[in-house]
């Protein structure tokens, strides 16, 4: 339960403070929209270079390149996955979902765009296509493939819990990266971060604020796509949490696997370019 924070009475103008409207903080009218009609074209022909299979309750890595187009698949039954990615000449340089959320918003769907970390700060994944964009928002706020949500830990699983749980999606993505890398677990441990959660229904509750997750719409055929815009590895986590429409990092859910097959156009799109590193010339000023 949560506590109740209102301690102080209302002031005498606190309706009229309430009222001013809001401004979105990041504008994004001045940003190049991706072409999807070109990126779609692309697949016009294309090849599957590989495909991946994400047993519940773990993980796995995978590897895009450029101008390639991943998908995860629903394959069996409802399935939520938390993404991780990475650029594949520097790990130090990984997705960035704080930032995503505040150009694109809570929950994303086709035409949004991941960006990754600072210095870098350049659109690493395009999503050009998502099958589950007809649940938009419901009656609770709740929608789909969000960027609010961190990744179940064994941290906070310890804190809440009192034991330990080493299927936790962080977990899961640090034994995947370690041996993608063939490295320590603690050593990658630093780069491991905070997810797309795809394929999950969430939301914040409208009297507390606090994040909610719900049954999944997720069926068996359902995908996301992307396109990768630099050289990618990625890392799915088969969230132990199944649909998440009850607990997640638990033994007791009922969990599927996810599928990741990659595709390689025979051309990139029409007029595509790898995106650079972010142009600001890091001098923070006199």
């Given amino acids: 339960m949560k506590l109740e924070r209102y301690e102080h009475a209302k002031p005498a103008d606190a309706d009229e403070r309430r009222k001013i409207k809001p401004v979105i903080c990041y504008p994004v009218d001045s940003l190049v929209p991706p072409d999807l009609d070109a990126y779609r074209a692309a697949r016009e022909g294309w090849e599957k270079l590989s495909e991946t299979l994400v047993p519940p309750r773990e993980a796995r890595c995978f590897d895009v390149p450029a101008g390639c187009f991943f998908r995860i698949v629903g394959v069996e039954g409802p399935q939520v996955g938390d993404l991780n990615l990475w650029a594949a000449d520097d790990i130090g340089e990984r997705f960035f979902s704080g930032k995503t959320r505040a150009l694109h918003g809570t929950h994303l769907s086709t035409g949004d765009r991941l960006w990754s970390c600072l210095p870098y700060l350049r659109p690493i994944a395009t999503i050009t296509e998502d099958t589950l964009d007809w649940y938009g928002f419901d009656a609770w706020g709740g929608s789909v493939h969000d960027v609010i949500g961190t990744r179940c830990d064994p941290y906070t699983h310890r804190l809440l819990a009192g034991d330990d749980y080493h299927h936790c ?23 491991i971060h905070d997810v797309l959660n795809v394929f999950m229904c969430t939301g914040f509750t409208r009297d507390t604020g606090q994040y909610f997750m719900k049954a999944s719409p997720v069926r068996p055929g359902d995908f996301i796509e992307f396109l990768a815009e630099i050289d990618l590895i990625g890392a799915l986590s088969a969230c132990p949490g199944g649909d998440c429409g ?9 969990c599927h696997p996810l599928l990741v097959e990659v595709y390689r156009p025979v051309a990139p799109p029409r007029g595509w370019t790898s995106p650079q590193p972010n142009a600001y010339d890091r001098s923070h000023g006199p």
């Fill in 246 to 254: 009850s607990e997640h990092s638990s033994d007791t859910a009922a």
């Fill in 169 to 191: 999606c962080h977990s899961n993505l640090t034994r995947a990266l370690a041996d993608r890398l063939g490295r320590t677990r603690e050593s990658v441990e630093p780069v």
